[in-house]
């Protein structure tokens, strides 16, 4: 079993530079979202999507874009790294953003920003 | 404003004895809270969750207890054991729009 699958695992970039960080799920879940974990500010929803087509921003958006073109992957966008970016960053996934099946996530990709 | 606080950044206790890591949250929208596990080098993994109409989820070691009108939760691990050393992150879901999560405490089981 597949579940959330990220890529990739660790990335560095220059500051200016994008990127895109993929994110998978195998297990036909229609909700989706990406958190970013710094030291002591635990998770924080970036952006976050309840079916294909539909994306919407969480607490902390700049920076980055989404899409979510099919229920599979919802790819995270950064238009133009800055050092505030770097972090570790999580995809999640659950069956339904109303129903109270736990977030599913995935290993992370360890960004840094130079 | 943290919506979610977990005070205490870590707890050390003994391998057998109980452990107790404590959530506050202030949104009373919220109405299902969760407990997760994270281990280094992994994405966080559920561990058990409660929603507000209840007080107590138990499953095995692990019971979870809501007092709604202090606005607080905590997670009882018991017995504890050294595979239970990880970080405890709690979460708290208000809408659609995703969890909020604490900062974590880091549990060390000492043998």
């Known amino acids: 079993n597949a579940g959330v699958t990220q890529t990739p695992k660790f990335q560095v970039l220059k500051t200016g530079q994008s990127m895109t960080l993929q994110c998978a799920q195998d297990?036909?879940?229609?909700?989706m979202s990406w958190y970013r974990q710094d030291p002591g500010m635990g998770l924080r929803l970036i952006h976050y999507?309840?079916?294909?087509?539909?994306?919407d921003q969480g607490e902390v958006p700049n920076g980055y874009n989404v899409s979510r073109s099919t229920t599979e992957d919802f790819p995270l966008r950064l238009l133009s790294a800055a050092p505030s970016q770097t972090s570790v960053y999580f995809c999640?996934?659950?069956?339904?953003?109303?129903?109270?099946?736990?977030?599913?996530f995935g290993n992370g990709t360890r960004l840094t920003v130079t | 404003d943290q919506q979610v606080k977990q005070n205490s950044p870590s707890l050390s206790v003994q391998e057998g004895r109980i452990s107790i890591l404590n959530c506050d949250y202030t949104n009373s929208m919220f109405d299902y809270f969760l407990w997760y596990k994270k281990y280094p080098a992994e994405g966080p993994t559920f561990l058990i969750s409660?929603?507000?109409?209840?007080d107590k989820n138990e499953d095995g070691r692990f019971t979870v207890f809501l007092n709604k009108s202090a606005k607080h939760l905590s997670l009882h691990i018991v017995p504890s054991q050294p595979g239970d050393s990880a970080v405890y992150f709690c979460?708290?879901?208000?809408?659609?729009?995703?969890?909020?999560f604490g900062k974590g405490t880091h549990l060390i089981i000492q043998p």
């Open positions: 409660i929603s507000s109409i209840k």
């Open positions: 999507s309840v079916g294909a087509g539909i994306t």
């Open positions: 999640a996934s659950s069956s339904h953003y109303l129903d109270n099946s736990p977030l599913h």
């Open positions: 979460a708290a879901r208000g809408g659609a729009d995703g969890l909020t």
């Open positions: 297990m036909n879940h229609e909700y």
